[in-house]
């Protein structure tokens, strides 16, 4: 054999875990590379709620000279595992390898036994044992820098993939927009629709206040558990939920990226959008010391961030399809051109799956297009049951 396996087990492991990628990507000019800790979280039982109710474990691959030349976690979420799908299914994630499929097929294999030591019949990967919005897919279009928490692979990874077996479980599309586009972009017929809401009196769109968080945490709550939470699989967030998670936003939200859209003083309609922190990431090699604070603190005080991602978009179900979604960029629009040197220039939508078209549909109709594309592939233990994709929604 020419590789050896090794489970990760002391800080020194990890280290090398986490250094691998930046050996790899070194003469990648479009690799960013992640915070250090924001990988140490993910296995950290004491920081990353996943263990409560699950389990997760690294391994790394050398080469007779004891260099390290692949890495790949496994893990299992106990209460998403059998949720939905035909068998018991983990998942891997964080792989990285030399373009060599022998050792990428020793990773794969090593996962899949253990996985299947602890009754799973099943694989989803590259996923994240954590939510799905970092660390999700693998990137097989769009040769461009990453955003804040998603991964960027080289284009040899999607052969080792699929030479193994994974088979496409979804896709995922991520779409851009120019913030300062004209409304030429928006489908006409949605325009129509959103001109009757532009000028229905009901009808208001705004930005969020910075001094009233409270109040915008319980907005979000409210639209959330209307238009996502059976979506996305994760049931209604709680009050306390909700301003957790507004409160873990406040240091890196603008509030004029924050829009909520209400029908006589209803809230109906959101639009989150967050400022792509890579843009700073890139800078700090990996590490929030004292120095990588202060060049985040400085470009977040002087607005160098011109990308902002679109992280949750959507209308309550008995208010879709009147044009509300298209409203509300049209008025964060007319907000941005009456707005002297606004500092965003570009916008990602944080990706959309293939397993719900009605989403795809609203980031086209407003003038979104399809700039990267990463596939989340699954591989059922058993080569002879029928695979199945992931249903619409």
């Given at each position: 054999?020419?590789?050896?396996?090794?489970?990760?087990?002391?800080?020194?492991?990890?280290?090398?875990?986490?250094?691998?990628?930046?050996?790899l990507?070194?003469?990648?000019?479009?690799?960013?590379?992640?915070?250090?800790?924001d990988?140490?979280?993910?296995?950290?039982?004491?920081?990353?709620?996943f263990?409560?109710?699950?389990?997760?474990?690294?391994w790394?691959?050398?080469?007779?000279?004891?260099r390290?030349?692949?890495?790949i976690?496994?893990?299992?979420?106990?209460?998403?595992?059998?949720?939905?799908?035909?068998?018991?299914?983990?998942?891997?994630?964080?792989?990285?390898?030399?373009?060599?499929?022998?050792?990428?097929?020793?990773?794969?294999?090593t996962?899949?036994?253990?996985?299947?030591?602890?009754?799973?019949?099943?694989?989803?990967?590259?996923?994240?044992?954590?939510?799905?919005?970092?660390?999700?897919?693998?990137?097989?279009e769009g040769?461009?820098?990453?955003?804040?928490?998603?991964?960027?692979?080289?284009?040899?990874?999607?052969?080792?993939?699929?030479?193994?077996?994974?088979?496409?479980?979804?896709?995922?599309?991520?779409?851009?927009?120019?913030?300062?586009?004209?409304?030429?972009?928006?489908?006409?017929?949605?325009?129509?629709?959103?001109?009757?809401?532009v000028?229905?009196?009901?009808?208001?769109?705004?930005?969020?206040?910075?001094?009233?968080?409270?109040?915008?945490?319980?907005?979000?709550?409210?639209i959330?558990?209307?238009?996502?939470?059976?979506?996305?699989?994760?049931?209604?967030?709680?009050?306390?939920?909700?301003?957790?998670?507004?409160?873990?936003?406040?240091?890196?939200?603008?509030?004029?990226?924050?829009?909520?859209?209400?029908?006589?003083?209803?809230?109906?309609?959101?639009?989150?959008m967050?400022?792509?922190?890579?843009?700073?990431v890139?800078?700090?090699?990996?590490?929030?010391?004292?120095?990588?604070?202060?060049?985040?603190?400085?470009?977040?005080?002087?607005?160098?961030?011109?990308?902002?991602?679109?992280t949750?978009?959507?209308?309550?179900?008995?208010?879709?399809?009147?044009?509300?979604?298209?409203?509300?960029?049209?008025?964060?629009?007319?907000?941005?051109?009456?707005?002297?040197?606004?500092?965003?220039?570009?916008?990602?939508?944080?990706?959309?799956?293939?397993?719900?078209?009605?989403?795809?549909?609203?980031?086209?109709?407003?003038?979104?297009?399809?700039l990267?594309?990463?596939?989340t592939?699954?591989?059922?233990?058993?080569r002879?049951?029928?695979?199945?994709?992931?249903?619409?929604?």
């Open positions: 054999m020419n590789y050896q396996l090794k489970e990760v087990k002391d800080a020194k492991d990890g280290k090398d875990f986490i250094h691998l990628p930046v050996k990507y070194k003469n990648e000019k479009n690799w960013i590379r992640p915070l250090d800790d990988i140490e979280k993910v296995f950290d039982p004491k920081r990353n709620k263990f409560r109710n699950g389990t997760a474990t690294r790394l691959l050398q080469d007779k000279q004891g390290t030349v692949g890495r976690a496994a893990f299992i979420n106990y209460n998403t595992a059998n949720k939905k799908n035909d068998q018991p299914t983990g998942g891997i994630g964080f792989f990285e390898c030399i373009n060599d499929q022998e050792a990428a097929n020793l990773l794969f294999d996962a899949k036994d253990w996985l299947s030591q602890k009754d799973m019949e099943a694989m989803d990967g590259p996923v994240n044992f954590g939510d799905r919005n970092e660390n999700w897919g693998l990137l097989v040769d461009y820098p990453p955003n804040y928490g998603m991964p960027y692979h080289f284009s040899y990874y999607k052969d080792l993939f699929e030479n193994y077996g994974f088979q496409i479980y979804f896709k995922q599309y991520t779409y851009h927009r120019k913030i300062h586009s004209d409304i030429s972009v928006i489908d006409d017929r949605v325009y129509e629709k959103a001109q009757r809401i000028k229905d009196e009901n009808y208001h769109f705004m930005h969020i206040d910075k001094n009233n968080f409270e109040q915008y945490a319980e907005e979000f709550r409210e959330f558990n209307k238009a996502w939470a059976k979506f996305v699989g994760l049931g209604k967030i709680t009050q306390p939920q909700a301003k957790a998670l507004i409160k873990k936003l406040k240091p890196i939200m603008d509030p004029e990226l924050f829009w909520i859209g209400y029908y006589n003083k209803e809230p109906v309609a959101m639009f989150l967050l400022p792509d922190l890579n843009q700073i890139k800078h700090v090699n990996g590490k929030l010391d004292w120095i990588g604070k202060l060049k985040f603190y400085y470009m977040m005080k002087t607005k160098k961030i011109t990308k902002a991602i679109g949750l978009f959507g209308v309550i179900p008995e208010y879709q399809g009147k044009g509300v979604e298209a409203a509300m960029v049209m008025a964060f629009a007319d907000f941005v051109g009456k707005k002297k040197n606004f500092q965003y220039t570009d916008l990602e939508m944080n990706w959309i799956g293939d397993f719900n078209p009605k989403m795809m549909r609203v980031a086209e109709q407003v003038g979104g297009k399809v990267k594309v990463h596939h592939y699954r591989y059922l233990f058993d002879n049951k029928e695979f199945k994709r992931m249903p619409e929604h």
